[in-house]
């Protein structure tokens, strides 16, 4: 049962079931209304809510930039949105174990076309830091000799992320995390990305490997 009215001034209105017709700045538009959520959820939509709550979480240290550097928006696809569906891509639902499995190797925090690093080491000889190292692969261009690293982090099993901008250039060539005690003994998933100097241009991010902190 439902009720439809129809006025010469204010125009149609009302819903009927799970159908609502509104006026929305002059213009008639009709809708479903959602379905209400049942009582019970079963284990997998459990999990599938898990992964959600997952990537958002690991995401939220990088949001910022994911939003200026995932790409260009599509449509309605927004970089946000496009960065978001990399990490449920990446966050793996293991259904025998009940498991939210993350794909290191798949996750990204940046895409774009300038020239993307090339990771050549990554070592944690000093206690509570790792030290990534990357090529100059500039071709001795100074515009890209000046391009900014841009670092992501996390620990193996653990939901959040560290976001570090700017830290060295393409040329440097390496840069050392100092981390907090707590980090030692951890298994660390490290990230490379490199931003223009401008901010105009960002390559696509590369997953360097994971390193065991001292």
């Not at 213009?27 to 959600?52: D, F, S």
């Amino acid at each position: 049962m439902g009720k439809l009215s129809n006025s010469l001034l204010s125009g149609s209105y009302g819903r009927t079931g799970r159908l609502v017709v509104a006026n929305v700045g002059g213009t008639e538009i009709l809708r479903h209304r959602p379905r209400k959520q049942g009582q019970t959820t079963n284990p997998r939509q459990l999990l599938v809510q898990q992964r959600m709550r997952e990537a958002y979480s690991f995401l939220t240290s990088y949001k910022h930039f994911a939003t200026k550097y995932f790409g260009r928006k599509i449509g309605m696809k927004s970089p946000y949105n496009m960065a978001m569906a990399n990490l449920l891509n990446a966050f793996e639902l293991d259904y025998t174990l009940m498991q939210v499995v993350p794909v290191y190797g798949d996750i990204s925090f940046a895409r774009g076309s300038r020239t993307q690093a090339i990771a050549t080491g990554l070592t944690s000889a000093a206690a509570n830091s790792f030290t990534l190292q990357w090529m100059d692969n500039s071709g001795g261009n100074p515009v890209l000799q000046t391009d900014r690293a841009q670092i992501l982090y996390a620990a193996e099993g653990e939901n959040t992320s560290v976001f570090m901008e700017n830290v060295a250039t393409r040329l440097e060539g390496t840069f050392t995390a100092p981390l907090t005690p707590d980090w030692s003994g951890k298994t660390v998933h490290v990230w490379l990305a490199f931003l223009a100097d401008d901010d105009s241009a960002v390559s696509n991010s590369i997953y360097a490997g994971s390193v065991v902190v001292s």
